[in-house]
Nanobody, 124 residues
Framework: QVQLVESGGGLVQAGGSLRLSCAAS????????VGWFRQAPGKEREFVAAVKWSGGTTYYADSVKGRFTISRDNAKIAVYLQMNSLKPEDTALYYC?????????????????WGQGTQVTVSS
């Protein structure tokens, strides 16, 4: 089992920044990938970004490319999502998830473990 705990959400004005953190514990293996997803009210959960723990390859949704950066800290077993130039449409509950899969990391069905989520609200 892997436990994931998100933090760092909050209320920010459009154009502002937030940094989300995801702390992993339990049986977390180096061949896992960690992704961020988000879900706004009335909408489906959507992929935001992912990183392969081994090698550090990153993936981004087109809607966040150039604004969001995903990174990892091997020593702390943590993943971060730096979000800049935030827009009201970025408002959502943001989830951290871990996957043993090596492909298809934009698909939430590939992920085995999920955190409880952290709310991000961007005001206009």
């Amino acid at each position: 089992q892997v436990q994931l705990v998100e933090s760092g959400g909050g209320l920010v004005q459009a154009g502002g920044s937030l940094r989300l953190s995801c702390a992993a514990s339990g049986r977390f293996y180096s061949d896992y990938a960690v992704g961020w997803f988000r879900q706004a009210p009335g909408k489906e959960r959507e992929f935001v970004a992912a990183v392969k723990w081994s090698g550090g390859t990153t993936y981004y949704a087109d809607s966040v490319k150039g604004r969001f950066t995903i990174s990892r800290d091997n020593a702390k077993i943590a993943v971060y999502l730096q979000m800049n130039s935030l827009k009201p449409e970025d408002t959502a509950l943001y989830y951290c998830a871990a996957a043993s899969a090596r492909w298809g990391l934009t698909d939430n069905k590939k992920y085995d473990y999920w955190g409880q989520g952290t709310q991000v609200t961007v005001s206009s």
